[in-house]
């Protein structure tokens, strides 16, 4: 859910780099930055404006009902859905989000700060919990959900 402090720099210099959005796209806040290359949705909250290599994507969210904390508790969803190597922008879109309420974003959003903060396998399993009970998903449907994650 977090990023790590940078460790290596690489000197920025637009006219070299192919293919550039405007820099207003990569230096918004908040953003989501995730794993292309990846059978799981690995997401991350970027807030101060900072750039990343072409080995992550980013997403600027827009679901205004939703907080930026809540969308990225939805990574696992991507996996049992699609399950593919290469996370790809339209099968992101495709991602169906319930509609929840105040309350039920506050819970989510707190969630994923503590995992933020400290990613235990606790808080993950909190999030889980949380999203599977906002899609309404009985024992059976989690334990499928649950075998699938395993494999």
Sequence with gaps: FCIDKPRYFVHYDRTVFQQTAPDEYYRTTPKI???????????????????????????????????????????????????????????LSQLKLPSINPQQDDELKSLVLAAEANSTEEIKEEINRAIFKLYGLDDEEIAVIRKRLEA
């Design 33 to 91: 930055v995730y794993r292309f290359i990846s059978n799981h949705l690995v997401f991350a909250a970027e807030r101060n404006g900072a750039l990343v290599l072409n080995s992550a994507n980013i997403l600027i969210p827009n679901v205004p009902e939703l907080s930026f904390e809540a969308l990225l508790a939805y990574s696992f969803i991507y996996r049992v859905l699609f399950g593919q190597i290469k996370v790809l922008r339209s099968n």
